[in-house]
């Protein structure tokens, strides 16, 4: 193992980089998106919520949406629904900007090429492909990038992580994982700006006295480790593009012997792999009754594997030279592989699902009792 690499000018190159990545692989995503529509949810949003108080403050599965309900309701009254399109465009832009923080990130902490790879990576996250190429999760990919700003500018700029956080959370639950993380950020590097984060503490907590507890049924402390622990191990899987919970636990085990050898893990991925931990124990406190198998859900897994990307491609930065240069190269080729075939996977199953809905009416579609 050697020391952090130290800063250093990086080449003109480098910064048309992320760019020129970003043309190379979107095509694959656009592809992949050709055959997508409006599934499942989306129609309860496009149909039953409008611009009052009540639509806009009123739970969506436990979730306070209000960022969600405003997107859709600028979408239908701009574009119309004609085209699935400009949902689906918005949904990669902001899937983008996940990957980009995942750039900067890596970028800090161990250098030019191993910030590439890990972006390549989450652009083709095909683990979460269900929040990829389905539009209505613009809601939990718009709130994991504004969670992970937030993460990440907390030391520099509390107040504008106080902003991206209240963002988050009027967006989806998932934001309550980054304040977690967020807060861990702050407590490690600036404990004094931790009052920022009261400012989306209480305007959270005004809503859920207001309109929230009603949706939100009894804790489950029940097997809720376990949960935790499988929502965890799929995720780290879902990093290198694999599903077996096998391939999970040795990601964890070598990302958990590589930083305690080290004994240092800087303070910005131990607070992003802190709101991995973080979502998945609020998730199993409403979920963990489903049964642990449910923490596996590739919207789920989306959250929680940029942070184990981010982890391990600074990790494997600080392994000596050419063993670490190999084993990257390895990791990569394979996490590529098998994150594009999940995303083929993903593709396929939402054809079927939309096939399926076809002999519905949009209010079935919408509904809860959806058989699709």
Not at 19 to 40: E, N, S
């Amino acid at each position: 193992m050697s020391p952090p690499i130290p800063p250093r000018v990086e080449p003109r190159w480098a910064r048309r980089a992320p760019v020129v990545l970003v043309v190379a692989l979107l095509p694959v995503l656009i592809w992949l998106g050709r055959d997508m529509t409006f599934y499942h949810d989306e129609y309860a949003f496009i149909l039953q919520r409008d611009l009052s108080w009540d639509s806009l403050l009123t739970p969506h599965n436990e979730h306070l949406s209000t960022t969600l309900v405003l997107l859709y309701r600028v979408l239908v009254g701009t574009v119309g629904t004609g085209s699935y399109w400009p949902y689906l465009g918005v949904t990669f832009a902001l899937h983008v900007v996940v990957a980009l923080i995942s750039y900067v990130v890596v970028r800090r902490e161990a250098g030019t090429l191993w910030a590439l790879g890990a972006m390549a990576v989450v652009l083709l996250l095909g683990s979460g492909g269900d929040d990829i190429l389905w539009a209505f999760q613009s809601g939990t990919i718009g709130a994991t990038a504004a969670g992970m700003a937030a993460v990440v500018v907390a030391p520099r700029r509390p107040a504008v992580a106080a902003i991206l956080l209240t963002v988050a959370l009027a967006t989806s639950g998932v934001g309550l994982a980054f304040a977690a993380g967020t807060a861990v950020h702050l407590l490690l590097t600036r404990p004094r700006s931790l009052p920022w984060l009261l400012l989306p503490a209480v305007l959270y907590g005004i809503w859920l006295v207001l309109f929230g507890v009603r949706a939100i049924g009894p804790p489950h402390f029940v097997g809720l480790p376990e949960y935790v622990l499988t929502g965890l191990t799929a995720s780290a899987a879902g990093a290198i593009g694999a599903t077996s919970l096998v391939a999970g636990q040795v990601v964890l085990l070598a990302l958990a012997f590589g930083f305690g050898w080290l004994r240092s893990v800087p303070p910005v991925v131990l607070s992003l792999l802190a709101s991995g931990v973080a979502f998945f124990s609020v998730a199993g406190l409403a979920r963990a009754g489903l049964g642990a198998e449910q923490a596996t859900a590739s919207r789920y897994v989306y959250v929680v594997a940029p942070t184990i990307v981010i982890a391990g491609a600074v990790l494997l930065a600080r392994v000596r030279r050419p063993a670490g240069s190999v084993l990257g190269a390895v990791v990569l080729g394979s996490a590529l592989v098998g994150n594009l075939f999940l995303l083929a996977d993903t593709h396929d199953r939402f054809v079927t699902k939309i096939q399926c809905e076809r002999a519905l009416t949009p209010i079935e579609r919408g509904s809860p009792g959806n058989p699709c």
